[in-house]
């Protein structure tokens, strides 16, 4: 069985703190692909990155970095010098090629000024 | 690109009501997904179609939900009879899946309360 799971329930930090957000899978596949989603305040659903299982490389994206780990299951998002903007929940989510997304159940980052 | 539009964004019907939530995918995708947000159990799949054929239903709660798609611009969400622990977000959301390439695209969902 596939299963995500987001640990932190609640972050809260001050503005221009660095945040890392973490995640944890499991899986028997060997091909899979995870990814993080953005929800803000106004409900939508943004797609933040998708990786492969085969590509364990680091990705940065402007403030946004994320760690992909297979030896401990881990794909971990970290925000540097957080923003106010940044406040919302933040999903992670796994899936096989062609089929629907499994997400855990969140984290709500509340970043203050 | 409009992306995935939804109808309505928000919907309040009595206990007892028939509700029909309405789904258009971005075109040329070839996959659509019902999901189902709600603070008990988070986001959770309800139903998704390849090609217009329904691939996996084993989300959907009971008889009382029902989803179609006729064609490839168009699904439907229905709940026959509506129930209060109905209440929660439902997103719809397609996608391009062409070997292992996949690109999930989601709309801004439909608030649902049944009082």
């Known amino acids: 069985a596939q299963k995500v799971t987001q640990a932190q329930t609640e972050i809260s930090v001050v503005e221009k703190e660095d945040v890392t957000l973490d995640c944890v899978y499991e899986?028997?596949?060997?091909?899979?692909?995870l990814f993080w989603y953005k929800q803000p305040p106004s409900g939508e659903l943004v797609f933040l990155i998708r990786r492969n299982s085969f590509d364990e490389q680091n990705e940065i994206s402007g403030r946004y970095s994320w760690n992909f780990q297979k030896s401990t299951s881990s794909f971990n998002f970290t925000i540097t010098a957080s923003q106010v903007v940044d406040s919302a929940v933040y999903f992670c989510a796994l899936n096989q090629a062609g089929t629907a997304l499994i997400f855990g159940k969140g984290t709500t980052l509340s970043v203050s000024s | 690109d409009a992306g995935v539009i939804q109808s309505p964004r928000h919907e309040v019907t009595e206990m007892g009501q028939e509700v029909t939530l309405r789904c258009k995918p971005i075109?040329?995708?070839?996959?659509l997904f019902w999901y189902r947000q709600t603070m008990m159990r988070g986001l959770e799949l309800l139903i998704y179609f390849n090609n217009n054929v329904p691939i996996d239903d084993s989300g959907m709660p009971e008889d009382r939900f029902s989803a179609k798609m006729p064609n490839a611009s168009f699904s439907t969400l229905k709940i026959q009879p509506s129930e209060p622990r109905d209440s929660a977000v439902y997103f719809c959301a397609s996608s391009y899946i062409a070997g292992s390439r996949q690109s999930d695209t989601f709309g801004s969902g439909t608030r649902l309360t049944v009082v």
């Open positions: 899986t028997r596949d060997t091909t899979y692909y």
């Open positions: 075109s040329g995708h070839n996959s």
